[in-house]
């Protein structure tokens, strides 16, 4: 029996030392196959952490104490209005703008899509924080297209679209995502380019987003109005874009409807035959939202920052990024897998017991 205790403490060692590496742990089972006693005794004693181990094999291995990732924390749904001069409370200037960029580049925020933050498709490299770009209004200086001087029509380098895009192809390693949130008529001005505008923003993978076609309130809205106002847009943007199926909506001016009963609308609803269904609905106000994994987390409730140069009231981005960084709130680190959700045990009650198609991962800082 002693002899067993020996040679089972010296294979569990090995097991342990070599965990870091898959291609390592792989071979041992192979190995001690040959001694069926031993693979008796790891079977019998140790059937827990053999599962475990295989579970982990399916896992990416990454050094959890050196990146700590939470992927309980919270993440930034930035909002923006216009891009120009001056900077006002609805009104970043190219050049805040430009820096805002560079700042959460620096501080390892990358950006990721509306829609794969509320459905938890989060790729983000580990050890970075998502951060999702939204634009509401679709004004002219979010997508302005200008004559330069050789006579050539080109996207001008100091809205939005400009900024992002020229920011993305210096940085690669900032994924250029963004979700513009239009409303009816002609988005971004310009009549002769929607065509074109709303093209290039989702050839580039950015995405559209509905902002109702009259930019309504909505809270005296009957379920007629809501839908058609919801619908309206859609019908707008699929005579541009056949296939392109717009399901997010930015509430215009933070409104829902007051009879609760009709906020069904706003997540799904049906115009002229068609039908609509909207997977993130956004607020306006006002501080970093839940990770999308979180046990509370409300896809049709879904909290913007106000992304502002000065601090707002307390809630401006600037505040939140400072928030984040002293961990006054809980900032969101990926492990650099979609399918793997890792969390310090501490936090494990946040989640809820089981996500679809994802395996929890918890660990105990050192
Ligand atoms: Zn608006």
């Not at 409300?298 to 960084?325: C, F, P, Q």
């Amino acid at each position: 029996m002693k002899k067993y205790i020996f040679v089972f403490v010296i294979a569990f060692m090995a097991l342990t030392l070599t965990a870091c590496s898959t291609e390592v742990s792989n071979q041992i089972p192979e190995e001690i196959e040959d001694t069926k006693e031993i693979e008796e005794v790891i079977k019998d004693e140790n059937e827990a952490n053999e599962e475990n181990q295989e579970k982990e094999d399916q896992v990416k291995e990454i050094d959890l104490q050196a990146i700590q990732p939470n992927e309980v924390g919270e993440i930034m749904v930035l909002m923006y209005h216009h891009v120009r001069e001056p900077e006002g409370e609805w009104s970043r200037t190219p050049e805040n703008f430009r820096r805002d960029l560079q700042v959460l580049y620096e501080k390892g925020y990358r950006p990721i899509s509306l829609v794969d933050y509320t459905t938890g498709n989060i790729t983000t490299e580990a050890g970075y924080t998502p951060v999702v770009f939204t634009f509401d209004d679709g004004n002219q200086n979010n997508f302005n297209m200008i004559e330069n001087d050789e006579g050539e029509w080109v996207v001008d380098p100091d809205s939005a679209v400009g900024i992002l895009v020229d920011f993305h192809e210096k940085h690669p390693d900032f994924p250029l995502e963004a979700t513009f949130f239009i409303n009816g008529g002609t988005p971004f001005g310009q009549a002769e380019w929607v065509e074109y505008k709303l093209n290039y923003i989702v050839d580039k993978g950015m995405d559209i987003g509905n902002h109702t076609y009259n930019h309504i309130n909505f809270t005296n809205a009957t379920a007629e109005e809501i839908q058609a106002q919801l619908g309206r847009l859609n019908q707008m943007v699929n005579r541009y874009l056949p296939d392109y199926e717009v399901n997010t909506l930015a509430l215009p001016f933070g409104s829902k409807p007051k009879d609760t009963e009709l906020r069904r609308y706003l997540v799904e609803g049906e115009y002229e035959g068609e039908r609509y269904h909207n997977i993130a609905i956004l607020e306006v106000g006002w501080d970093p939202y839940r990770s999308p994994f979180h046990k509370d987390f409300n896809g049709n409730s879904i909290r913007r920052v106000r992304a502002s140069e000065t601090k707002v009231d307390g809630v401006g981005m600037y505040d939140w990024l400072d928030a984040l960084d002293r961990g006054t709130r809980l900032r969101y680190i990926s492990d650099g897998d979609a399918n793997t959700i890792t969390v310090p045990e501490e936090y494990r009650d946040r989640l809820p017991e089981e996500i679809d198609g994802k395996t929890i991962r918890t660990y105990t800082l050192d």
